[in-house]
Protein backbone atom coordinates (compact mmCIF):
# COMPACT_ATOMS: atom_id res chain seq x y z
CA UNK A 1 0.00 0.00 0.00
CA UNK A 2 1.45 3.30 -1.08
CA UNK A 3 -0.75 5.73 1.01
CA UNK A 4 -2.98 5.25 4.11
CA UNK A 5 -5.39 7.66 5.08
CA UNK A 6 -7.16 6.84 8.86
CA UNK A 7 -9.76 8.95 9.91
CA UNK A 8 -9.01 12.21 8.58
CA UNK A 9 -10.05 15.05 10.11
CA UNK A 10 -10.00 18.75 8.85
CA UNK A 11 -11.84 21.63 10.65
CA UNK A 12 -11.51 25.30 9.68
CA UNK A 13 -11.67 27.35 12.56
CA UNK A 14 -11.98 31.27 12.11
CA UNK A 15 -12.80 34.32 14.21
CA UNK A 16 -12.38 33.73 18.03
CA UNK A 17 -11.42 36.54 20.35
CA UNK A 18 -13.68 39.70 19.22
CA UNK A 19 -15.83 38.17 16.48
CA UNK A 20 -17.93 34.89 16.70
CA UNK A 21 -15.84 31.99 16.84
CA UNK A 22 -16.75 29.45 13.97
CA UNK A 23 -15.73 25.90 12.87
CA UNK A 24 -15.93 24.58 9.47
CA UNK A 25 -16.35 20.80 9.48
CA UNK A 26 -14.53 20.55 6.07
CA UNK A 27 -13.58 16.54 6.52
CA UNK A 28 -15.18 14.39 9.51
CA UNK A 29 -13.43 10.99 9.50
CA UNK A 30 -12.37 10.17 5.73
CA UNK A 31 -9.95 6.66 5.39
CA UNK A 32 -9.08 5.22 1.93
CA UNK A 33 -5.89 3.85 1.18
CA UNK A 34 -4.17 4.06 -2.58
CA UNK A 35 -1.87 1.54 -4.26
CA UNK A 36 0.92 1.95 -6.51
CA UNK A 37 -0.51 2.61 -10.11
CA UNK A 38 -3.83 3.22 -8.80
CA UNK A 39 -6.17 5.79 -9.53
CA UNK A 40 -9.14 6.18 -6.60
CA UNK A 41 -11.30 9.17 -8.07
CA UNK A 42 -13.35 10.94 -5.55
CA UNK A 43 -16.31 12.88 -6.12
CA UNK A 44 -18.61 14.95 -4.48
CA UNK A 45 -20.60 17.80 -4.98
CA UNK A 46 -19.02 20.87 -4.65
CA UNK A 47 -18.09 22.13 -1.33
CA UNK A 48 -18.16 18.71 -0.04
CA UNK A 49 -14.19 18.30 1.09
CA UNK A 50 -12.66 17.00 -1.60
CA UNK A 51 -10.10 19.37 -2.24
CA UNK A 52 -9.29 19.72 1.74
CA UNK A 53 -8.95 15.91 1.44
CA UNK A 54 -6.29 16.32 -0.83
CA UNK A 55 -3.75 19.48 0.18
CA UNK A 56 -4.46 17.68 3.97
CA UNK A 57 -2.82 13.95 2.28
CA UNK A 58 -0.11 16.14 0.95
CA UNK A 59 0.25 18.00 3.91
CA UNK A 60 -0.20 21.32 2.28
CA UNK A 61 -3.04 22.04 5.47
CA UNK A 62 -2.65 20.95 8.57
CA UNK A 63 -4.78 17.72 9.64
CA UNK A 64 -7.20 18.50 12.69
CA UNK A 65 -6.48 15.10 13.80
CA UNK A 66 -6.23 11.52 11.72
CA UNK A 67 -3.56 9.91 10.72
CA UNK A 68 -1.90 9.17 7.48
CA UNK A 69 0.70 6.68 6.28
CA UNK A 70 2.93 7.31 3.11
CA UNK A 71 5.02 3.95 2.01
CA UNK A 72 4.40 2.70 5.75
CA UNK A 73 5.80 5.65 7.14
CA UNK A 74 3.43 8.12 9.13
CA UNK A 75 3.75 11.26 7.79
CA UNK A 76 1.44 12.83 9.34
CA UNK A 77 3.10 15.20 12.18
CA UNK A 78 6.24 15.17 9.91
CA UNK A 79 8.36 18.78 10.34
CA UNK A 80 10.54 18.25 7.49
CA UNK A 81 8.02 17.56 4.64
CA UNK A 82 11.12 18.87 1.63
CA UNK A 83 12.04 14.82 1.07
CA UNK A 84 8.60 14.07 0.80
CA UNK A 85 7.43 16.86 -1.10
CA UNK A 86 9.56 15.35 -4.05
CA UNK A 87 7.60 12.16 -4.26
CA UNK A 88 4.20 13.74 -3.57
CA UNK A 89 3.09 16.41 -5.80
CA UNK A 90 -0.42 18.12 -7.06
CA UNK A 91 -1.89 19.43 -10.30
CA UNK A 92 -4.76 22.40 -9.73
CA UNK A 93 -7.56 22.85 -11.80
CA UNK A 94 -6.37 26.59 -12.68
CA UNK A 95 -2.57 26.41 -13.40
CA UNK A 96 -1.97 29.92 -14.20
CA UNK A 97 -3.15 30.31 -10.28
CA UNK A 98 0.26 28.55 -9.26
CA UNK A 99 2.48 29.93 -11.85
CA UNK A 100 4.45 32.87 -11.25
CA UNK A 101 3.77 35.18 -14.97
CA UNK A 102 7.07 36.50 -15.54
CA UNK A 103 8.81 33.15 -14.73
CA UNK A 104 9.69 30.95 -18.23
CA UNK A 105 8.43 27.74 -18.60
CA UNK A 106 12.35 26.57 -18.62
CA UNK A 107 12.48 27.94 -14.93
CA UNK A 108 8.52 26.81 -13.97
CA UNK A 109 9.15 23.22 -14.48
CA UNK A 110 12.73 23.05 -14.08
CA UNK A 111 12.40 24.43 -10.63
CA UNK A 112 11.82 21.36 -8.43
CA UNK A 113 14.75 19.80 -10.22
CA UNK A 114 16.83 22.42 -8.65
CA UNK A 115 14.87 22.16 -5.37
CA UNK A 116 15.73 18.49 -4.74
CA UNK A 117 19.03 18.98 -6.25
CA UNK A 118 18.22 16.63 -9.21
CA UNK A 119 20.59 18.64 -11.61
CA UNK A 120 23.64 20.54 -11.35
CA UNK A 121 24.07 22.69 -14.18
CA UNK A 122 21.33 25.25 -15.62
CA UNK A 123 22.17 23.13 -19.16
CA UNK A 124 21.08 20.02 -17.50
CA UNK A 125 18.40 21.41 -16.44
CA UNK A 126 17.25 23.08 -19.66
CA UNK A 127 18.25 19.32 -21.15
CA UNK A 128 15.53 17.34 -18.85
CA UNK A 129 12.80 20.00 -18.86
CA UNK A 130 12.77 19.97 -23.29
CA UNK A 131 12.55 16.26 -22.46
CA UNK A 132 9.59 16.46 -20.33
CA UNK A 133 8.10 18.95 -22.42
CA UNK A 134 8.61 16.42 -25.48
CA UNK A 135 6.65 13.62 -22.92
CA UNK A 136 3.36 15.67 -21.96
CA UNK A 137 2.93 16.81 -25.85
CA UNK A 138 4.86 20.08 -25.89
CA UNK A 139 7.67 21.17 -27.69
CA UNK A 140 11.12 21.82 -26.84
CA UNK A 141 11.07 25.52 -28.49
CA UNK A 142 8.61 26.04 -25.76
CA UNK A 143 11.14 25.98 -22.71
CA UNK A 144 11.70 29.72 -23.48
CA UNK A 145 8.30 31.53 -23.01
CA UNK A 146 5.71 32.59 -20.62
CA UNK A 147 2.61 31.11 -19.40
CA UNK A 148 0.29 33.48 -21.22
CA UNK A 149 1.60 32.35 -24.74
CA UNK A 150 -0.12 28.90 -23.95
CA UNK A 151 -3.53 27.78 -24.44
CA UNK A 152 -5.54 26.19 -21.24
CA UNK A 153 -4.80 22.61 -22.11
CA UNK A 154 -1.01 23.55 -22.73
CA UNK A 155 -0.57 25.34 -19.52
CA UNK A 156 -2.12 21.85 -17.84
CA UNK A 157 0.79 19.89 -19.67
CA UNK A 158 3.02 22.45 -18.52
CA UNK A 159 1.24 21.76 -15.06
CA UNK A 160 1.76 18.09 -15.40
CA UNK A 161 5.15 18.45 -16.54
CA UNK A 162 6.51 20.38 -13.56
CA UNK A 163 4.21 17.78 -10.99
CA UNK A 164 6.41 14.69 -13.17
CA UNK A 165 10.18 16.32 -12.93
CA UNK A 166 10.37 14.86 -9.30
CA UNK A 167 9.60 12.02 -10.16
CA UNK A 168 6.74 11.50 -7.58
CA UNK A 169 4.84 7.89 -6.38
CA UNK A 170 2.16 10.27 -6.40
CA UNK A 171 -0.07 13.14 -7.57
CA UNK A 172 -2.97 14.77 -6.05
CA UNK A 173 -4.98 15.93 -9.36
CA UNK A 174 -7.32 18.59 -8.31
CA UNK A 175 -9.93 19.03 -11.06
CA UNK A 176 -7.08 18.53 -13.73
CA UNK A 177 -9.62 18.61 -16.69
CA UNK A 178 -12.97 20.98 -15.45
CA UNK A 179 -11.68 23.97 -17.10
CA UNK A 180 -11.00 22.49 -20.27
CA UNK A 181 -12.82 22.13 -23.26
CA UNK A 182 -14.21 18.60 -23.65
CA UNK A 183 -12.22 17.52 -26.47
CA UNK A 184 -8.82 18.75 -24.48
CA UNK A 185 -10.37 17.05 -21.31
CA UNK A 186 -10.04 13.83 -23.58
CA UNK A 187 -6.63 14.75 -24.39
CA UNK A 188 -5.22 15.06 -20.83
CA UNK A 189 -7.11 12.08 -19.27
CA UNK A 190 -5.62 10.29 -22.35
CA UNK A 191 -1.95 11.70 -21.01
CA UNK A 192 -2.38 11.32 -17.36
CA UNK A 193 -3.44 7.66 -18.44
CA UNK A 194 -0.04 6.65 -20.32
CA UNK A 195 1.91 8.80 -17.66
CA UNK A 196 0.48 6.12 -15.02
CA UNK A 197 1.07 3.47 -16.68
CA UNK A 198 4.82 4.22 -17.93
CA UNK A 199 5.56 5.61 -14.46
CA UNK A 200 3.38 3.36 -12.04
CA UNK A 201 2.05 6.32 -10.59
CA UNK A 202 -0.85 6.37 -8.20
CA UNK A 203 -3.33 9.37 -8.46
CA UNK A 204 -6.06 11.09 -6.45
CA UNK A 205 -8.30 12.10 -9.08
CA UNK A 206 -10.65 14.81 -7.51
CA UNK A 207 -13.31 15.74 -9.52
CA UNK A 208 -17.16 16.65 -9.37
CA UNK A 209 -17.77 15.40 -13.05
CA UNK A 210 -18.83 11.94 -12.78
CA UNK A 211 -17.91 10.90 -16.51
CA UNK A 212 -14.27 11.91 -16.26
CA UNK A 213 -13.86 9.97 -12.78
CA UNK A 214 -15.40 7.20 -14.60
CA UNK A 215 -12.95 7.69 -17.40
CA UNK A 216 -9.45 7.86 -15.46
CA UNK A 217 -10.59 5.15 -11.85
CA UNK A 218 -9.97 2.43 -10.52
CA UNK A 219 -11.71 2.52 -7.26
CA UNK A 220 -14.20 5.67 -6.69
CA UNK A 221 -14.74 7.78 -3.44
CA UNK A 222 -17.91 9.24 -3.08
CA UNK A 223 -17.97 12.16 -0.56
CA UNK A 224 -20.96 13.70 0.64
CA UNK A 225 -20.28 17.45 3.67
CA UNK A 226 -16.94 16.17 4.88
CA UNK A 227 -18.02 11.76 5.06
CA UNK A 228 -17.44 8.85 2.40
CA UNK A 229 -20.57 7.57 2.04
CA UNK A 230 -19.88 4.98 -1.19
CA UNK A 231 -16.11 3.74 -1.70
CA UNK A 232 -16.05 0.74 -4.40
CA UNK A 233 -14.77 -0.41 -8.18
CA UNK A 234 -15.26 2.23 -10.72
CA UNK A 235 -17.69 -0.70 -12.19
CA UNK A 236 -19.52 -1.22 -9.27
CA UNK A 237 -20.34 2.49 -8.72
CA UNK A 238 -21.42 3.24 -12.20
CA UNK A 239 -23.14 -0.38 -12.60
CA UNK A 240 -24.81 -1.15 -9.06
CA UNK A 241 -24.53 1.94 -6.63
CA UNK A 242 -25.48 1.70 -3.32
CA UNK A 243 -26.14 4.39 -1.55
CA UNK A 244 -29.01 6.61 -1.96
CA UNK A 245 -26.47 9.67 -3.20
CA UNK A 246 -24.31 7.81 -5.54
CA UNK A 247 -27.66 7.09 -6.90
CA UNK A 248 -28.99 10.60 -6.76
CA UNK A 249 -26.15 11.83 -8.11
CA UNK A 250 -26.11 9.24 -11.27
CA UNK A 251 -29.36 9.72 -12.13
CA UNK A 252 -28.68 13.54 -12.04
CA UNK A 253 -26.33 13.23 -15.07
CA UNK A 254 -28.28 10.48 -16.79
CA UNK A 255 -29.89 11.17 -20.30
CA UNK A 256 -32.72 13.25 -19.78
CA UNK A 257 -36.13 11.28 -21.07
CA UNK A 258 -39.46 12.35 -21.40
CA UNK A 259 -40.44 10.61 -18.78
CA UNK A 260 -37.66 11.01 -16.39
CA UNK A 261 -37.80 13.09 -13.66
CA UNK A 262 -35.55 16.48 -13.45
CA UNK A 263 -32.54 16.59 -11.67
CA UNK A 264 -34.09 18.69 -8.90
CA UNK A 265 -36.49 16.07 -8.22
CA UNK A 266 -33.64 12.93 -7.96
CA UNK A 267 -31.27 15.20 -5.82
CA UNK A 268 -33.96 17.83 -3.86
CA UNK A 269 -32.26 20.61 -1.93
CA UNK A 270 -28.49 21.46 -0.92
CA UNK A 271 -25.57 20.11 0.88
CA UNK A 272 -25.76 21.10 4.29
CA UNK A 273 -24.04 24.10 6.05
CA UNK A 274 -20.41 22.64 6.86
CA UNK A 275 -20.66 24.95 10.36
CA UNK A 276 -23.71 22.85 11.47
CA UNK A 277 -24.60 19.36 9.78
CA UNK A 278 -27.42 17.76 10.50
CA UNK A 279 -27.50 15.33 13.12
CA UNK A 280 -27.76 11.89 12.42
CA UNK A 281 -27.10 10.81 8.77
CA UNK A 282 -25.86 13.89 7.06
CA UNK A 283 -27.46 13.09 4.15
CA UNK A 284 -30.62 12.39 5.88
CA UNK A 285 -32.53 15.64 4.91
CA UNK A 286 -32.00 15.32 1.09
CA UNK A 287 -32.61 10.86 1.17
CA UNK A 288 -35.74 9.67 -0.20
CA UNK A 289 -35.21 6.74 2.00
CA UNK A 290 -34.69 8.22 5.30
CA UNK A 291 -36.37 6.77 8.34
CA UNK A 292 -36.42 7.52 11.81
CA UNK A 293 -32.71 6.02 12.92
CA UNK A 294 -31.81 7.74 9.91
CA UNK A 295 -32.14 11.28 11.65
CA UNK A 296 -30.94 10.13 15.14
CA UNK A 297 -28.24 7.75 14.12
CA UNK A 298 -25.37 8.59 12.05
CA UNK A 299 -24.02 5.71 10.10
CA UNK A 300 -20.93 3.87 9.59
CA UNK A 301 -18.93 3.41 6.37
CA UNK A 302 -19.50 -0.78 6.47
CA UNK A 303 -17.65 -2.93 3.65
CA UNK A 304 -21.05 -4.74 2.08
CA UNK A 305 -19.35 -6.28 -0.20
CA UNK A 306 -15.35 -7.73 -0.24
CA UNK A 307 -14.24 -4.08 -1.29
CA UNK A 308 -17.58 -2.44 -1.60
CA UNK A 309 -18.00 0.18 1.41
CA UNK A 310 -21.26 1.97 2.15
CA UNK A 311 -22.35 4.22 4.71
CA UNK A 312 -26.00 3.82 5.08
CA UNK A 313 -28.79 2.36 7.27
CA UNK A 314 -30.89 0.93 4.38
CA UNK A 315 -28.28 -1.04 2.79
N1 LIG B 1 -9.08 27.86 4.15
C1 LIG B 1 -10.35 27.66 4.48
N2 LIG B 1 -10.90 28.31 5.54
C2 LIG B 1 -12.19 28.11 5.90
N3 LIG B 1 -13.02 27.27 5.25
C3 LIG B 1 -12.54 26.62 4.18
C4 LIG B 1 -11.19 26.77 3.74
N4 LIG B 1 -11.00 25.98 2.65
C5 LIG B 1 -12.18 25.36 2.42
N5 LIG B 1 -13.11 25.74 3.34
C6 LIG B 1 -14.49 25.25 3.44
O1 LIG B 1 -14.44 23.84 3.62
C7 LIG B 1 -15.49 23.20 2.90
C8 LIG B 1 -14.89 22.19 1.94
O2 LIG B 1 -14.19 22.89 0.93
P1 LIG B 1 -13.37 22.15 -0.21
O3 LIG B 1 -12.45 21.16 0.41
O4 LIG B 1 -12.75 23.20 -1.07
O5 LIG B 1 -14.52 21.37 -0.99
P2 LIG B 1 -14.59 20.86 -2.53
O6 LIG B 1 -13.19 20.76 -3.04
O7 LIG B 1 -15.29 19.55 -2.45
O8 LIG B 1 -15.40 21.86 -3.27
C9 LIG B 1 -16.28 24.31 2.22
O9 LIG B 1 -17.36 24.64 3.04
C10 LIG B 1 -15.28 25.44 2.15
O10 LIG B 1 -15.94 26.69 2.14
MG1 LIG C 1 -12.32 21.61 -4.75
Redo the contacts with the bound molecule.
Sequence with gaps: MLLVVKDLVKH?V?GGFLSKKEV?R??EGVSFTLDRGETLGLV??????????GKTVLRL?EPTSGRILFEDRDITSIRDMRPLRKEMQIVYQDPMSSMNPRMRIADIVGRPLQIHGLVSSRRERDDRVRELLERVGLSREHLYRYPHEFSGGQRQRIAIARALASEPKFVVL?EPTSALDVSVQAQILRLLKSLQEERGLAYLF?S?DLAVVRNISHRVAV?YA?KLVELASVEEIFGEPLHPYTNGLLASVLEPSPEASAPEEVLPGEPPD?RKPPRGCRFHPRCPIADERCREEEPELREIRPGHWVACHKV
Design positions: YSVAVGESGSGKTTVVDIHMGP
